[in-house]
């Protein structure tokens, strides 16, 4: 069956840094959903992406589907403490699956 | 000015026992789901729901039963809870079968003892 597998699991980083994580799928996807989920708090959705070798950006935040449509990642320039918390990618074909989530911890 | 609410927020409760969590949802989708997320924080898929009718039904024990009354309300019934349904279960909504964007309720702590 279709898989989704998200790394890295954890991530430290220094305040300033950059991050970045990635999703890989065994399968070419309709889209691709990034979510991220604070300690404590539940996900919420930040953005999708469709088309092939799409690049979206938010801020900081620079996401993009492969040329196959079978990965994505998710890169924030700059870390801040505010960007503390678990990002998710999840794929929506016929099944509806999560990545294993990447945790990202900011050291001051 | 909630968009999808959940009740309860804390579920304490011992083995064997039956439970029921609420969801609702004021966003007008049609769509609602469940979903587990144990203390790994993996997030799974349980249950969906498009305009009262059941769409996806993952691989879950049947002492969990999935009810919506209507597009708005979508609750989960637990029968002999085991510890190993400790987890948070979040409710969740969109417009439109799943792929498109969906809104997240706070979620529900349940620890079965």
């Known amino acids: 069956g279709q898989q989704v597998m998200q790394i890295p699991q954890y991530q430290h980083v220094q305040e300033g840094e950059d991050f970045t994580t990635y999703c890989n799928s065994s399968t070419t996807l309709s889209n691709i959903q990034w979510y991220k989920q604070r300690p404590g708090g539940h996900p919420v959705f930040l953005i999708q992406?469709?088309?092939?070798?799409e690049v979206k950006k938010q801020k900081r935040l620079t996401f993009q589907f492969g040329e196959a449509k079978k990965n994505s990642s998710l890169h924030i320039t700059a870390t801040q403490t505010t960007d503390v918390g678990t990002y998710f990618c999840a794929v929506q074909d016929d099944k509806i699956i999560f990545g294993k989530g990447t945790r990202l911890h900011i050291l001051p | 000015d909630t968009a999808v609410s959940q009740t309860p927020k804390y579920l304490v409760t011992q083995m064997g026992n039956d439970k029921s969590i609420k969801c609702e949802q004021n966003?007008?989708?049609?769509?609602m789901y469940w979903y587990k997320q144990d203390s790994k924080k993996f997030l799974k898929i349980m249950f969906s729901?498009?305009?009262?009718?059941?769409?996806i039904n993952e691989t879950v024990p049947n002492r969990f039963s999935p009810k919506s009354p209507d597009k708005a309300h979508l609750n989960l019934h637990i029968n002999s809870l085991e510890l190993g349904d400790s987890a948070v279960y979040f409710c969740?909504?969109?417009?439109?079968?799943?792929?498109?964007?969906?809104?997240f309720g706070p979620g529900t702590r349940l620890t079965v003892t």
């Open positions: 969740a909504s969109s417009q439109g079968r799943p792929s498109y964007e969906q809104y």
């Open positions: 992406l469709v088309k092939s070798g």
């Open positions: 729901y498009n305009n009262k009718e059941l769409i």
């Open positions: 966003l007008g989708h049609d769509t």
